[in-house]
């Protein structure tokens, strides 16, 4: 892996109104987006999964041989909360946590573009990708996105990450393989945070100054796009909190939600109701087909320009599951461009707008 220190000052030592210049594209990360990611495979071919049978599809049931539980789940979460409040079990606990650790440590990213890269590319240094997942393969794809342009998103790990390092003495976090910019010490590894009901988010640093961050950032969202998050019982408090920083959805009449999973829309509905004022919302099993697949590094302000202003887009324009990374990098310059030469605090060229409403007035 490059060696490239990712620094987000999105958090709690920072923060203070005033500084995102244009509202925000905040995007939630579950278990189904890394699903998405790989969905023949990482690198090497190994498989993901989401947490309900987990155990015994990465080969752990022997670690239960001789345990006896309560619960009848087959949920990863259910089993090591249950484990968790046994103090007899306290070595079995340690054991899953290294096991599942070292699991999520192997993965390694395909060297083809995956959906993360897309969607690292789809966003620009004002938007934020919050991750629930504990796998490298986000960071991974960050690391050769960088190499494309610097223009991109913040990556907030909320159940920390194998991919993540983080420096306590100067709060400094970045690739594990980097250094601290300030002490030159290398990064030390960021503590999972393993799914029990009552999570103690506030007992390690860098987590807690991930939430801080996200609370913000939410807050001063124009749009949020949930992807593969289930909303699991073992995140209710999670939930609660991501809940508390967006506010009543009466007083989000003109932002946006964006889900892309693969249930049932009904079922969506009902889950994220809460976030969803009427019908400002957008549902799809896919990212290509997502505000982000079709409005790439521009989705706030076509999407804001479509509801608010009346200007028809063609989401025709936008990122293609065939692309290459020579298509990826031509695609991405051009607006990196735009980017670049746009005087700071003004609206960025649209891009995507139609061409019936382009040529209107000829």
Known sequence: MVEI?????YNKNDIKKGDVVMRAHTVILGAGATMAAI??????????????????????DDLLADVKLDTKSENIEDIYSELYMKPEYAEVVKELEKRLYDYFDSFEIPDT?????????????????????WDPLLVQAYVRCYEITDNLPHLLCLHGNVGMGYCEE??????????CPVCKKQLSPTRLLYPVKNKEYNKDDYIAGCWDAINYIINNSYMITIFGYSAPSSDI?????????????????????????????????????????????RYTNNFFDSYLGMFPRRSCET?????????????RR?????????DLYDFVYDLVLDEQNTPEGKNLPLYYTADSFKNRDK
């Open 318 to 326: 936008g990122f293609k599951p065939s692309m290459k990374w020579s």
């Open 5 to 9: 220190l990712l620094i987000c000052r």
């Open 170 to 179: 100067h709060r400094e976090f970045g690739t594990k393989d980097a250094v």
């Open 39 to 60: 969905p023949n495979g990482d690198k090497n071919g190994k498989k993901s999964s989401v947490m309900n049978g987990m155990i015994s599809k990465l080969g752990l």
């Open 237 to 281: 408090e999670a939930v609660n909190l991501l809940k508390k920083a967006w506010g009543k959805k009466e007083d989000r009449q003109l932002e946006e939600v964006s889900v892309i999973d693969i249930i049932d829309e009904a079922e969506m509905l009902e889950k994220w109701d809460d976030f969803i004022y009427s019908h400002h919302y």
């Open 113 to 133: 573009p995956t959906v993360y890269d897309f969607l690292i590319l789809s966003l620009t240094e004002k938007d934020v990708i919050a991750t629930f997942n």
């Open 303 to 315: 999407v804001f320009a479509m509801y608010s202003l009346n200007v028809p887009a063609d989401g």
